[in-house]
């Protein structure tokens, strides 16, 4: 399922990091997607680009604190890469290189766990709507 947004989201999200850094800038589309889910899931290769982002970043104390009362919210559960992640990780890997659309690595590992957990992927991200199977919604990234 694959949706533009428009649609009501499932009550079992994934934030990739386009849609958790959109919130924390104060997104009204990424905010509403976090109010309306029951469970929302942050897989640990969005904390691995988060915290890569902050450390190049000028503001990590402000953004670590951001993040870490994000993490304390009674809805918010971080996904772990499992034995079964990485076996979608490697069936998503190479469904993408014999289509000839190889992605950036982190994100088919987003996308395995997402599909690991068998929640819906919110993004900002276009790369996702090219893995064949992925429950997500892509939200429009303003230009300009």
Known sequence: ????????????????????????????????????AEVVFLPVTVLGELE???????????????????LREPCVQVLDVTGDVARLYGQVFASLRRAGTPLPVNDIWIAATTLGCGAHLVTFDEDFARIDGLPHTLYPARRG
């Open 1 to 36: 399922m694959t949706s533009s947004g428009a649609e009501a989201l499932p009550a079992r999200i994934v934030l990739d990091t386009s849609a958790y850094s959109r919130a924390q800038r104060g997104d009204a589309l990424a905010l509403d997607a976090i109010a309306r």
């Open 52 to 70: 890569a982002g902050f450390r190049v970043g000028s503001r990590y104390r402000e953004n670590r604190r951001a993040l870490d009362e994000f």
